[in-house]
């Protein structure tokens, strides 16, 4: 349990077998509070309406109390989440959803908790239902074109904020997979972007980013830390100074933000909490004050993404520590996470978390597969246990399921997430043209074409479906033949295209690069000349 739940009322159970047993035995409806270590609201509720004696007697008597770290079980939130944090969710028994909210006071948690109870004792198991998104589990397949990358170009004009940047009109989110898909087909829009996230978002004192900003105009910054978000903007930084060396910057103080800061024995940490007091304080005086807390958390998946961003960084810009972090980070995430093609969640000290969720074993994966382009071959067999292991387990049809069709509640109910499915085809995609596995690159063709059927009702949340879809079809591949780390290789690795795949130390005439963009192939000796063709095409 976490440390914050003694400072409330409430006796709280662990999510699992015993408290759904506990909640038929007892006849009594759950409630299920997700949290999160960074999230303030969190802390706020946990002050307020958990520690209200009597809301926290009438939930003891007449519920089972349930608390999940979200970030912890990621199955959880996927299955639970109300649309934000804390999610206050009323489960039947069974796991079914009677209702749910996020953040509410002592007053409104005690309103609920009455409508919730009346519901229970009038309907009993049928007060409960089970969400759409779990009732209607298969995705619709159909045809990979390039359709698909067309509306999303169509989407991100469209959705694209012309005042303030940014895509939408209500709180602003650092997309971090739109911005990478627009930079090569909008980069205007990308990049201007990247100017408000830069402005707004960065802790320009300490380094990293906060999560995102409530207002339109990207005030109002909610100003935790996590690892997912700092990995996904230090990695579009590197990309987009591909293009333009300003960007060069945030994303090396970003690498030296997560190689320090968040750095642990283990690995990366998973976030950093929010706190606007400390934040809103000139640098001399925050150089005094203690800095929020950091939960030291290792979760594999987040570690995939920081891994493929710092190696990102070195690649574009030739950090060396950025580099360094890389190797360490993938040493220990091998060592202490990862067992015959087996990713497990979490760890954190002596303790471990469930295994074989998809996304981890996908940002994982996609690791070690841009660890092969610029680090070289070493990392290619754990790249390949953890996909055959991904296939062996996960694979259902021409898609993935999130996990273990077992667990408490909805967990045994299939869910196919179009996120995580594109993250592993992706690196699938990566890890065909790296071993020359036709297989690889057909299954992710397969996964891919699984959610084909509704491209054009996808909007820019999920722009990495446009960017691997493209890739798929029609990709940029750069076969080197010269050393690692040579002047060739390293040309190939920071060329203007941030999504070609690099073949590392291949035989071959020495010292050429075979350049393979929609299935036409070039010859070229020197980096200049590797450069000037692919920003040529």
Not at 134 to 154: F, K, N, T, V, Y
Not at 329 to 342: A, P, W
Request: with cysteine; aromatic share 6%; hydrophobic share 40%.
């Amino acid at each position: 349990m976490d440390a914050g739940a003694v400072d409330t009322l409430v006796e709280w159970r662990e999510w699992g077998a015993a408290a759904f047993d506990e909640a038929r035995e007892r006849d009594a409806p759950i409630l299920c509070n997700l949290r999160a270590h960074w999230c303030r609201e969190c802390r706020e509720m946990d002050r307020t309406a958990y520690a209200s004696p009597t809301v926290a007697a009438n939930l003891n008597d007449g519920f089972v109390p349930v608390r999940v770290d979200v970030d912890r079980r990621p199955r959880v939130r996927e299955r639970y989440n109300m649309g934000g944090f804390p999610s206050t969710v009323f489960l039947t028994p069974s796991g079914e959803l009677i209702t749910g909210a996020t953040y509410l006071g002592a007053d409104g948690l005690r309103q609920v908790l009455e409508r919730v109870r009346t519901a229970w004792n009038e309907n009993g198991e049928e007060a409960g239902r089970v969400p759409r998104e779990l009732r209607d589990a298969d995705p619709p397949a159909g045809a990979l074109s390039p359709a698909i990358e067309a509306h999303m170009e169509r989407e991100i004009a469209a959705a694209f904020d012309e005042e303030f940047g940014g895509w939408g009109t209500g709180p602003k989110f650092p997309l971090a997979p739109a911005i990478e898909f627009a930079l090569t087909r909008d980069p205007d829009r990308a990049f201007r972007t990247l100017e408000a996230i830069r402005t707004h978002l960065h802790d320009t004192y300490a380094g990293g980013f906060f999560r995102y900003a409530v207002e339109r105009d990207w005030g109002d910054r909610q100003t935790e830390k996590t690892l997912d978000t700092n990995a996904g903007l230090c990695r579009t930084f590197a990309a987009a100074a591909r293009y333009d060396d300003e960007y060069a910057d945030p994303a090396v103080r970003t690498a030296e933000f997560l190689t320090t800061t968040l750095a642990s024995g283990d690995g990366f940490a998973a976030s950093q909490a929010g706190d606007e007091a400390y934040y809103g304080l000139p640098p001399s005086d925050r150089e005094a004050a203690d800095s929020p807390p950091i939960d030291d958390t290792v979760l594999a998946g987040a570690n995939g993404l920081a891994i493929d961003a710092l190696l990102e960084t070195h690649a574009v810009i030739g950090h060396e520590g950025a580099r360094r972090g890389a190797e360490r980070g993938l040493s220990q995430l091998l060592d202490s996470l990862v067992e015959d093609g087996r990713v497990l969640h979490y760890r954190d000290g002596n303790t471990a978390g469930p295994h074989g969720v998809l996304a981890d074993q996908a940002r994982v994966l996609g690791a070690l597969t841009s660890a092969v382009q610029v680090l070289g071959d070493d990392w290619l067999a754990p790249a390949e246990r953890i996909a055959e292991y991904t296939i062996a387990e996960r694979r259902e049809g021409d898609s993935f399921l999130d996990g273990p069709e077992d667990g408490s509640g909805l967990l045994s109910r299939p869910l196919r997430p179009l996120g995580t499915n594109v993250t592993i085809a992706d690196a699938l995609y990566e890890l065909g043209v790296l071993t020359g596995e036709d297989r690889y690159h057909e299954i992710a063709r397969e996964t891919l074409a699984a959610f084909a059927g509704a491209h054009d009702r996808l909007g820019i949340e999920v722009a990495g479906y446009a960017t691997t879809a493209a890739r798929v079809l029609s990709g940029t591949e750069i076969a080197v033949a010269a050393p690692l780390d040579s002047p060739l290789h390293r040309a190939a690795l920071d060329i203007p295209d941030h999504e070609a795949v690099v073949i590392p130390d291949v035989d071959g005439e020495s010292d050429t690069a075979r350049i393979t963009i929609d299935g036409e192939s070039t010859m070229v000796s020197a980096p200049a000349e590797l450069h000037e063709h692919v920003a040529g095409e």
